[in-house]
């Protein structure tokens, strides 16, 4: 089983503040998928095939990495970034998720 | 619009069966895998199960596997998720989702005597 490691667990972000969320997989996979997901709601595709932009997502977002390490960056953080972000794979089964990366508003 | 619509939740004892659904609309159902996460009160996402395009191939952590049964009726554009012998630890929202990126609003599922 691949074990998605995210971190920090908790961040507190200023506006315009730059955001970095970090993803590491215990064995190499091929894409990250990240998340985004606010109280009472379903998650949403934010970020696939490692750096792609989900339909509507701001160009303040971007993804990176390889192999075993993953991140999500905010460039300039805004009071709707505020929300639980989570990355993962689709490479292997089972399809593990990081137990998410809670982003507050400072 | 790609649709996912679940439905079948509720409170039930621990021990018990129960069997979601998940009605899809707005794309060609038989061509994509569908799958099945959970997401526990106050806690994190957790799959539970994918299934191929024709139903041939399922897939499943070891935390429902033998217990949990997903299918798909593609001429219906039908995704279902039995739960057997379910536990407390089985209460969760349940989200249909069409990987990576379409889900349903989800459905409650609460075990409990």
């Known amino acids: 089983e691949i074990v998605l490691t995210q971190s920090p667990t908790t961040i507190a972000a200023s506006p315009g503040e730059k955001v970095t969320i970090t993803c590491r997989a215990s064995s190499s996979v091929s894409y990250m998928y990240w998340y985004q997901q606010k109280s009472g709601a379903s998650p949403k595709l934010w970020i696939y095939?490692?750096?792609k932009l989900a339909s509507g997502v701001p160009n303040r977002f971007s993804g990176s990495g390889s192999g075993t390490s993953y991140s999500l960056t905010i460039n300039t953080m805004e009071t709707e970034d505020a929300a639980t972000y989570y990355c993962q794979q689709w490479s292997s089964t089972p399809h593990t998720f990081g137990a998410g990366t809670k982003l507050e508003l400072k | 619009e790609v649709q996912l619509v679940e439905s079948g939740g509720g409170l039930v004892q621990p021990g018990r069966s129960l069997k979601l659904s998940c009605a899809a609309s707005?794309?060609?159902?038989?061509?994509?895998?569908m799958a099945w996460v959970r997401q526990a009160p106050k806690k994190g996402l957790e799959w539970v199960a994918t299934?191929?395009?024709?139903?041939?191939?399922?897939y499943y952590p070891d935390s429902v596997k033998g217990r949990f049964t997903i299918s798909r009726d593609n001429a219906k554009s039908s995704l279902y998720l039995q739960m057997n012998s379910l536990k407390s630890e089985d209460t969760a929202t349940y989200y249909c989702?069409?990987?990576?990126?379409?889900w349903g609003q989800g459905v409650m599922v609460t075990v409990s005597s």
């Open positions: 989702a069409r990987p990576p990126g379409s």
């Open positions: 095939d490692t750096s």
């Open positions: 299934i191929s395009t024709s139903g041939s191939r399922t």
């Open positions: 707005g794309f060609t159902f038989s061509n994509y895998y």
